[in-house]
């Protein structure tokens, strides 16, 4: 093997190298994100009973109201 072509031979590593750190600073970037990722999943899985439970209160305060207003509009017209 001449000089020119172990030259180049080291080059090459030298790139894959480079090439190497930027893609595991990539994998590390890409999992760390993929974490937080997934804790935002986990809150929000969390509330979703929290929101079901608030929704099914509210839903039962709107039908009392309007239960409230058909028997103020019926007491005051047909009695």
Known sequence: MSFKQAKELVERMEFSEI??????????????????????????????????????????AVALNIGLLIGILIGKYLI
């Open 19 to 60: 090439a190497l750190n930027k893609a595991l600073v990539n994998l590390e970037s890409a999992s760390s994100n993929f974490e937080k990722t997934l804790k935002e999943q986990e809150k929000i899985l969390n509330k979703i009973p929290n929101a079901d439970k608030k929704l099914s209160i509210m839903s039962i």
